[in-house]
């Protein structure tokens, strides 16, 4: 499969826990992207990397929350101290230096 | 502040008819616009682009219009079938894909009925 790959599919946290996220973009892509979708919303942008450089953040990136892509090659996604309003379908999506990113299956977070 | 809309939480269509979704934006600078499908439990897939040199762009049943004067643009599915059921995302970019990312609307879940 040379698609985008999330792992893991599903989580369920206690609330104040720490969790972390992987995104395997498709490997000649050199931006990777995160997005958080919540119940009846699009996509909403948090993060972005060309290569290994973080390049932008949203606001909606509190600091709690990280990303890292060392190597440039795979993501990963942690949130500390999980809130229930961190509760949400996590997307990563990559591109090749392009805007027609293709998108992983996400991982859905349920804080509990 | 949305700066994209999309006004049609859903649609019905009834099988070979013509589906159209439409989007609405605000923001001037985007150039750059994109049409994803989605199916329940799955990421948004990449359906169909035009950039705002251009009015229209047209992929075998897919097609997207775009009125730069409006902020609107439109897809248009025929002839609708089973398989495009699915809830439909038109997002925006700023040149080169914009170091933010995609700006989505909200979705419109087009049903199409036998």
């Known amino acids: 499969d040379t698609g985008v790959s999330q792992n893991p599919r599903h989580k369920i946290t206690k609330r104040g826990q720490n969790v972390t996220f992987r995104c395997d973009p498709i490997s000649e892509h050199n931006r990777l992207y995160w997005y958080r979708q919540t119940l009846g919303q699009g996509p909403e942008f948090l993060t972005y990397?060309?290569?290994?450089?973080?390049?932008?953040k949203s606001r909606l990136l509190s600091d709690r929350f990280s990303a890292e892509r060392p190597k440039g090659s795979f993501s990963t996604l942690e949130i500390q101290r999980t809130e229930q309003g961190d509760s949400a379908m996590y997307l990563c999506?990559?591109?090749?230096?392009?805007?027609?990113?293709?998108f992983g299956q996400g991982t859905r977070l349920t804080v509990v | 502040d949305q700066q994209v809309k999309q006004n049609s939480p859903s649609l019905s269509v009834q099988e070979g008819r013509i589906s159209i979704l439409n989007c609405d934006y605000t923001n001037s600078m985007f150039d750059y616009f994109l049409w994803y499908k989605k199916y329940p439990a799955e990421g948004p897939t990449f359906l169909i682009s035009i950039s705002s040199i251009k009015d229209k762009n047209e992929d075998g049943r897919f097609t997207v219009f775009l009125n730069k004067s409006a902020k609107h643009l439109s897809l248009h599915i025929v002839p609708s079938q089973p398989g495009d059921s699915a809830v439909y995302f038109c997002?925006?970019?700023?040149?080169?894909?914009?170091?933010?990312?995609?700006?989505f609307g909200k979705g419109t879940h087009l049903i199409i009925q036998p």
């Open positions: 999506a990559s591109s090749f230096s392009g805007i027609e990113a293709f």
């Open positions: 997002a925006a970019s700023e040149s080169g894909g914009g170091a933010d990312g995609l700006t």
């Open positions: 990397f060309q290569n290994e450089a973080q390049l932008e």
